[in-house]
């Protein structure tokens, strides 16, 4: 799904979103994408940072009672007040497809545990063909098989992407409404503080599991 705002005009729309050409998203301040596949993604993410203007992108996903929340600001500035006065600050965002580039090994020891969790189920569909949450606990020994060889090509200990957490992910891909209500609670306050230029921004990854209640910001950004 695809949602577009600028200060002037807001569009709601779904379907393939490789039919939504440059010129079509340079009417837009912010560009928001939900439910799709890593190839979408990463194709989104991309025209946006072609624009001749920023354009602010977030990529969001539900699974069953866990939610995932990508931001990419491109080049950032904004204000914020520290004591009694106003701090300008700047920040660098990198593409969507350059965070997924770090090698998990470069991560450090307590990253989100769903960071790669969701990675690897977003590699078994795309490597199944199968569009986003097409998946389910008959696809379990698979995903399994394909994190085992995730990891051993990312060095990474396989006690890192839990297997319960894999099962619970897609025992039920379905989207959880609470789950979605806390996710776009915290999306529209980041698209505010985006438009305003107010506020420290989140950078960016946000991870939400209502399994513990904890929601998570971690900075996956090349070094």
Same mark, same amino acid.
């Given at each position: 799904?695809?949602?577009?705002?600028?200060?002037?005009?807001?569009?709601?729309?779904?379907?393939?979103?490789?039919?939504?050409?440059?010129?079509?998203?340079?009417?837009?301040?912010?560009?928001?994408?939900?439910?799709?596949?890593?190839?979408?993604?990463?194709?989104?993410?991309?025209?946006?940072?072609?624009?001749?203007?920023?354009?602010?992108?977030?990529?969001?996903?539900?699974?069953?009672?866990?939610?995932?929340?990508?931001?990419?600001?491109?080049?950032?500035?904004?204000?914020?007040?520290?004591?009694?006065?106003?701090?300008?600050?700047?920040?660098?965002?990198?593409?969507?497809?350059?965070?997924?580039?770090?090698?998990?090994?470069?991560?450090?020891?307590?990253?989100?545990?769903?960071?790669?969790?969701?990675?690897?189920?977003?590699?078994?569909?795309?490597?199944? #063909?199968?569009?986003?949450? !097409? &998946?389910?606990? %008959?696809?379990?020994?698979?995903?399994?098989? $394909? +994190?085992?060889?995730?990891?051993?090509?990312?060095?990474?200990?396989?006690?890192?992407?839990?297997?319960?957490?894999?099962?619970?992910?897609?025992?039920?891909?379905?989207?959880?409404?609470?789950?979605?209500?806390?996710?776009? #609670?915290?999306?529209?306050? !980041? &698209?505010?503080? %985006?438009?305003?230029?107010?506020?420290?921004? $989140? +950078?960016?990854?946000?991870?939400?599991?209502?399994?513990?209640?904890?929601?998570?910001?971690?900075?996956?950004?090349?070094?």
């Amino acid at each position: 799904m695809f949602c577009g705002c600028s200060f002037l005009l807001f569009v709601l729309a779904s379907g393939d979103l490789s039919s939504f050409d440059v010129e079509f998203l340079s009417k837009f301040d912010v560009v928001v994408v939900s439910c799709c596949t890593l190839s979408a993604k990463k194709l989104a993410n991309g025209k946006c940072r072609k624009l001749s203007k920023r354009v602010a992108f977030y990529a969001v996903d539900c699974r069953d009672s866990c939610g995932e929340i990508f931001v990419d600001l491109q080049d950032y500035k904004y204000s914020k007040k520290k004591q009694d006065e106003t701090v300008e600050c700047d920040l660098k965002y990198p593409s969507f497809e350059d965070a997924l580039s770090v090698p998990w090994r470069a991560l450090h020891r307590r990253m989100s545990k769903l960071y790669y969790a969701m990675r690897v189920i977003e590699k078994f569909e795309e490597a199944e #063909g199968r569009s986003t949450g !097409e &998946v389910s606990i %008959a696809d379990f020994s698979g995903l399994l098989k $394909l +994190k085992k060889e995730i990891c051993t090509a990312q060095s990474l200990n396989e006690s890192q992407v839990p297997d319960s957490l894999l099962k619970r992910l897609v025992t039920n891909a379905t989207e959880f409404p609470p789950v979605c209500a806390i996710i776009g #609670g915290i999306l529209g306050q !980041e &698209v505010i503080k %985006a438009i305003s230029g107010k506020g420290d921004p $989140l +950078k960016n990854f946000f991870f939400f599991d209502a399994f513990d209640g904890k929601g998570i910001i971690e900075d996956i950004s090349p070094k």
